[in-house]
């Protein structure tokens, strides 16, 4: 399993645009990048996920650069509701073993 | 349509006695999983499982032991709780998914105090 780096925590304020990296500089080619997010007292959910250059949802954004080393997880007009930990996980696709590192706590304020 | 389920939510026991947590799924999903987030620590695989009957080691399965007679039940067991094994348990399941990375459905969580 890729070992990812992606910072303790990050604040932010209502409307305004969240940007977390994360970096995978051991990704194998069969590996794919997922987000998850986890809210207090829950458990994770899935977000988002991507192979290479840029995936969109309804929720989030992620952008893969070309060397696929880092990605980032973009989240549009956060609101309060958005407050939680992030976790980046880098996997193959036959490979069910996920490897949850400490995440990303994101506090949004009003 | 209910998903995944655990139970209890919250569980109070006392060092040296046996523990089922229980977990329920109602998507067929081949895959199960056990996980417990303790502080400092994130989320650490226990067990898996593949199919009915199939089953494997986490990443801290030490303590625990699992059981798949049913695709849709994974209940693990505490055979001896210990302090160190107060936690919060998670259960996942997800299923195989071609040409993509699988996603795993967590269940609520519950909450295991070993006193």
């Known amino acids: 399993l890729a070992k990812t780096t992606q910072p303790i925590s990050m604040d932010s304020y209502e409307g305004q645009e969240v940007n977390i990296t994360c970096s995978h500089n051991n990704i194998a080619t069969n590996d794919y990048i997922t987000w998850y997010q986890q809210f207090p007292s829950q458990g994770p959910r899935f977000i988002i996920q991507g192979y290479k250059t840029k995936v969109t949802n309804e929720v989030a954004s992620l952008f893969i650069p070309a060397d696929r080393k880092s990605s980032t997880l973009s989240l549009p007009r956060v609101s309060l509701s958005d407050t939680a930990v992030y976790y980046c996980l880098v996997g193959r696709s036959n490979d069910y073993k996920l490897s949850f590192g400490a995440g990303t706590t994101v506090t949004v304020r009003a | 349509d209910a998903g995944i389920t655990q139970s209890p939510r919250y569980k109070i026991t006392e060092t040296g006695r046996q523990v089922t947590l229980m977990c329920h799924q109602t998507w067929s999903h081949s895959y199960m999983f056990w996980y417990r987030q303790d502080l400092g620590h994130g989320l650490r695989l226990i067990y898996y499982?593949?199919?009915?009957?199939?089953?494997d080691k986490g990443e801290v399965p030490d303590g625990y032991v699992v059981s798949r007679s049913k695709t849709e039940n994974f209940p693990l067991t505490l055979e001896s709780a210990t302090r160190s094994q107060t936690s919060v348990y998670f259960c996942?399941?997800?299923?195989?998914?071609?040409?993509?990375?699988?996603?795993?459905?967590f269940g609520p969580g519950t909450r295991l105090l070993v006193l």
């Open positions: 499982s593949a199919a009915a009957d199939i089953t």
């Open positions: 996942a399941s997800s299923m195989w998914d071609r040409g993509r990375k699988e996603t795993q459905y």
